[in-house]
T-cell receptor, first 113, second 117 residues
Framework: AQSVAQPEDQVNVAEGNPLTVKCTYS??????PFWYVQYPNRGLQFLLK??????LVKGSYGFEAEFNKSQTSFHLKKPSALVSDSALYFC???????????FGTGTSLTVIP | GAVVSQHPSWVICKSGTSVKIECRSL??????MFWYRQFPKQSLMLMAT?????????EQGVEKDKFLINHASLTLSTLTVTSAHPEDSSFYIC?????????????FGNGTRLTVT
């Protein structure tokens, strides 16, 4: 079965510190992982996606993600967290075996001033 | 580019009435759109895949007669919640792929908060 795991429901980090939000997946075919952010009562906003050949992908708002093929992971990172980064983050994976996206359960990030 | 517009943003209706939610791709054509439901502090639950010009594909456990989906054009899909009940109160979100490629991201509407009284 296809699955995307975000092992942490909640991540707290102090403003200015680096942050990591974890994502691992098990998807058949060639996986294409993505990160999305959701603010309260809003839809999901695309942050970044895996680009073939790039193990470190840079995206919007200073976020980046580290792709690890052997560990089937795509962890979201940011060198210096801002209070405005506080939101709900979703990892999603698409595959070349169908039309679906598979979503993780989300991680709530709180950046403490 | 790749903007998805969803309307209304919120709606309150009485039990037993029907509510229609519209999802439009503004600057691209979408042969496929996806409808999700999200409960508070939870992940997205895929309800159905809307296909332009054909019947929607519903996920297991989703009542197709209750959640009517119509994808009449390449830029518009609608979700109608028929005979709404309080348990249908939720946050509904539509999405579409900007390009028909596996590494093309989904783009989401801003969601519709439905409250059934």
């Amino acid at each position: 079965a296809q699955s995307v795991a975000q092992p942490e429901d909640q991540v707290n980090v102090a403003e200015g510190n680096p942050l990591t939000v974890k994502c691992t997946y098990s998807v058949s075919g060639n996986p294409y992982p993505f990160w999305y952010v959701q603010y309260p009562n809003r839809g999901l906003q695309f942050l970044l996606k895996y680009i073939t050949g790039d193990n470190l992908v840079k995206g919007s708002y200073g976020f980046e993600a580290e792709f690890n093929k052997s560990q089937t992971s795509f962890h979201l990172k940011k060198p210096s967290a801002l209070v405005s980064d506080s939101a709900l983050y979703f990892c999603a994976v698409s595959a070349n075996t169908g039309n679906q996206f598979y979503f993780g359960t989300g991680t709530s990030l709180t950046v403490i001033p | 580019g790749a903007v998805v517009s969803q309307h209304p943003s919120w709606v309150i209706c009485k039990s037993g009435t029907s509510v229609k939610i519209e999802c439009r791709s503004l600057d691209f054509q979408a042969t496929t759109m996806f409808w999700y439901r999200q409960f508070p502090k939870q992940s997205l639950m895929l309800m159905a895949t809307s296909n332009e010009g054909s019947k929607a594909t519903y996920e297991q456990g989703v009542e197709k007669d209750k959640f009517l989906i119509n994808h009449a054009s390449l830029t518009l899909s609608t979700l109608t919640v028929t005979s709404a009940h309080p348990e249908d109160s939720s946050f509904y979100i539509c999405s579409a792929r900007g390009e028909p490629r596996y590494n093309s991201p989904l783009h989401f509407g801003n969601g519709t908060r439905l409250t059934v009284t």
